[in-house]
């Protein structure tokens, strides 16, 4: 019995230990498994890294000439070295997948031992690579983001300017080619760029960066300027001089005069001067001609004329007034003051009360003027946008998708519940019909959220690319190569967090690795 017993411990400790070994051999299979995928990966993406700043030194070798004649061959020879060393490792890679399907193990071991050799020569390479292109590949990169920038906004404007087409006839054309002398100068960036220019093409950004500015502003008042300069001034100007006395015939002339060289420069202006002009013209035309009928009313008034003026102008006004669709309450008060001046005006008053309330119903009546000339450009310009109304809608909703499936939109509860929101605008707004008054409504919150995950991708972009230039650091310097097995577990950690989408948190980790 005890001999049995002895032999059933003895079996069970023997079945042991080769399930240990069983399982030793599989984690060792496992770890050498995804060790050489991940060190493939490594070795294409910094390949095909030197093949691309190879091709850029070319660029700036052609046209520098011999300045960097010199880094191009000595970067070609690296290349060349590493394209020869990656064929090396995909040879020991394929010899290491032979000898984990034939489970040898010993022959793994040989074969991974040779490639760690191969690893430490590509770095090596790959570190002297990155040392001889560093005077150009850094500013170069920073170059392009600044440029892909300004190249998104400024087609953002062209595109915003060719829905407002039908709308700004005269001042299109004018628009459309400051947008592409814009884009004229940024190629100008491109040329500083491949000539190695660096400073020039940062100076010629931070200019353009301010004319881009200059460009939005524009583009945000250019209805405004359409409607002033080519409808509204040159109507009253031509009005008033059909109607003028000789005394006020040159002077009206001279203002349309100024008007008509101020539509024809009115692009070589500053902005705020171009608006500050177009206000000093409409002061002109209320100086000379609110203040004299209030001047003239009073005379009129005195022979007994002015009662019946004043009567046939409350009419008119009157009759603005009730062909109003839409009453807003300031224009009420002023078409309410006219009224009470009128009617005061009947009783007997002396010479100054009755003044006063001629100058009062003049001041309410060029009020009321101004504030039913705002109406009616509002109803006006609602008439002209109302058939781009529905191109904006379909824009913002193009701009819906492709933010909320944008794969540098980061996967966070802030993200998750910005695009919940907006899947339940679209589905409750947008998916069954078109309910203009609907869509008012949410509009702001709607183009609000979509605006801030735009912002939010270009963060996980910025984050992303961040990411790799420190990780492309970290595996060039000389304390992975001291530790290359740790390192590379720390970064499989990271990469698993881009694949997740957590860009930021990814960069702050790979930093604290750097570190």
């Given at each position: 019995?005890?001999?049995?017993?002895?032999?059933?411990?003895?079996?069970?400790?023997?079945?042991?230990?080769?399930?240990?070994?069983?399982?030793?051999?599989?984690?060792?299979?496992?770890?050498?498994?995804?060790?050489?995928?991940?060190?493939?990966?490594?070795?294409?993406?910094?390949?095909?890294?030197?093949?691309?700043?190879?091709?850029?030194?070319?660029?700036?070798?052609?046209?520098?000439?011999?300045?960097?004649?010199?880094?191009?061959?000595?970067?070609?020879?690296?290349?060349?070295?590493?394209?020869?060393?990656?064929?090396?490792?995909?040879?020991?890679?394929?010899?290491?997948?032979?000898?984990?399907?034939?489970?040898?193990?010993?022959?793994?071991?040989?074969?991974?031992?040779?490639?760690?050799?191969?690893?430490?020569?590509?770095?090596?390479?790959?570190?002297?690579?990155?040392?001889?292109?560093?005077?150009?590949?850094?500013?170069?990169?920073?170059?392009?983001?600044?440029?892909?920038?300004?190249?998104?906004?400024?087609?953002?404007?062209?595109?915003?300017?060719?829905?407002?087409?039908?709308?700004?006839?005269?001042?299109?054309?004018?628009?459309?080619?400051?947008?592409?002398?814009?884009?004229?100068?940024?190629?100008?960036?491109?040329?500083?760029?491949?000539?190695?220019?660096?400073?020039?093409?940062?100076?010629?950004?931070?200019?353009?960066?301010?004319?881009?500015?200059?460009?939005?502003?524009?583009?945000?008042?250019?209805?405004?300027?359409?409607?002033?300069?080519?409808?509204?001034?040159?109507?009253?100007?031509?009005?008033?001089?059909?109607?003028?006395?000789?005394?006020?015939?040159?002077?009206?002339?001279?203002?349309?005069?100024?008007?008509?060289?101020?539509?024809?420069?009115?692009?070589?202006?500053?902005?705020?001067?171009?608006?500050?002009?177009?206000?000093?013209?409409?002061?002109?035309?209320?100086?000379?001609?609110?203040?004299?009928?209030?001047?003239?009313?009073?005379?009129?008034?005195?022979?007994?004329?002015?009662?019946?003026?004043?009567?046939?102008?409350?009419?008119?006004?009157?009759?603005?007034?009730?062909?109003?669709?839409?009453?807003?309450?300031?224009?009420?008060?002023?078409?309410?003051?006219?009224?009470?001046?009128?009617?005061?005006?009947?009783?007997?008053?002396?010479?100054?009360?009755?003044?006063?309330?001629?100058?009062?119903?003049?001041?309410?009546?060029?009020?009321?003027?101004?504030?039913?000339?705002?109406?009616?450009?509002?109803?006006?310009?609602?008439?002209?946008?109302?058939?781009?109304?529905?191109?904006?809608?379909?824009?913002?909703?193009?701009?819906?998708?492709?933010?909320?499936?944008?794969?540098?939109?980061e996967q966070n509860k802030e993200n998750l519940e910005v695009i919940d929101l907006l899947k339940n605008i679209y589905q409750q707004n947008f998916v069954n019909s078109f309910n203009a008054e609907?869509?008012?409504?949410?509009?702001?919150?709607?183009?609000?959220?979509?605006?801030?995950?735009?912002?939010?991708?270009?963060?996980?972009?910025?984050?992303?690319?961040?990411?790799?230039?420190?990780?492309?650091?970290?595996?060039?310097?000389?304390k992975y190569n001291a530790n290359i097995n740790e390192y590379n577990e720390q970064i499989k950690i990271t990469r698993s967090l881009i694949e997740q989408r957590k860009f930021k948190k990814a960069y702050f980790e790979i930093k604290k690795i750097v570190k």
């Open positions: 019995m005890n001999i049995l017993y002895i032999f059933l411990i003895c079996l069970c400790a023997i079945i042991l230990v080769l399930l240990v070994v069983v399982l030793i051999r599989k984690l060792m299979f496992d770890h050498y498994s995804k060790h050489k995928n991940l060190t493939w990966e490594y070795v294409q993406k910094n390949t095909n890294y030197a093949k691309i700043t190879v091709n850029k030194c070319e660029v700036l070798k052609r046209s520098t000439k011999k300045k960097y004649e010199y880094i191009y061959y000595d970067l070609h020879e690296l290349f060349t070295e590493l394209e020869k060393i990656s064929k090396t490792i995909l040879t020991n890679i394929t010899t290491i997948d032979t000898n984990l399907t034939n489970k040898k193990l010993s022959a793994v071991i040989k074969e991974y031992k040779k490639l760690k050799q191969n690893i430490n020569l590509f770095n090596k390479k790959n570190q002297q690579f990155s040392e001889k292109s560093s005077s150009f590949e850094i500013p170069w990169t920073m170059i392009d983001e600044d440029f892909s920038n300004l190249l998104d906004i400024s087609q953002h404007i062209i595109n915003d300017l060719k829905i407002k087409q039908p709308i700004i006839p005269n001042t299109y054309d004018i628009c459309a080619k400051k947008l592409n002398n814009f884009r004229n100068d940024l190629n100008l960036i491109e040329n500083y760029k491949y000539k190695a220019e660096f400073s020039k093409a940062s100076e010629t950004l931070e200019k353009l960066k301010i004319k881009i500015k200059e460009l939005s502003k524009l583009n945000s008042s250019i209805e405004k300027i359409e409607y002033t300069l080519f409808s509204s001034l040159p109507y009253t100007l031509n009005k008033k001089l059909s109607n003028a006395t000789n005394a006020d015939r040159e002077y009206l002339t001279k203002l349309v005069n100024e008007l008509n060289v101020l539509t024809q420069d009115w692009d070589k202006l500053k902005l705020v001067d171009l608006i500050e002009r177009i206000k000093s013209i409409y002061q002109v035309i209320y100086d000379m001609h609110y203040q004299k009928i209030a001047y003239q009313s009073i005379t009129n008034y005195l022979n007994k004329n002015f009662s019946i003026m004043t009567k046939n102008i409350f009419i008119k006004k009157e009759e603005q007034f009730n062909q109003l669709s839409f009453i807003n309450d300031q224009i009420k008060i002023y078409y309410d003051k006219m009224h009470e001046s009128l009617k005061s005006m009947n009783r007997d008053e002396s010479y100054e009360i009755l003044k006063q309330l001629i100058e009062s119903f003049f001041e309410y009546a060029f009020k009321f003027e101004n504030e039913y000339i705002q109406l009616m450009l509002e109803k006006q310009q609602k008439k002209n946008n109302k058939h781009t109304k529905k191109d904006k809608v379909n824009q913002s909703i193009d701009a819906y998708f492709a933010v909320i499936y944008n794969p540098y939109l609907q869509i008012s409504k949410i509009w702001d919150t709607w183009v609000f959220n979509i605006s801030l995950l735009i912002s939010k991708i270009a963060e996980g972009n910025k984050y992303k690319k961040l990411y790799f230039l420190l990780e492309n650091h970290l595996v060039n310097s000389s």
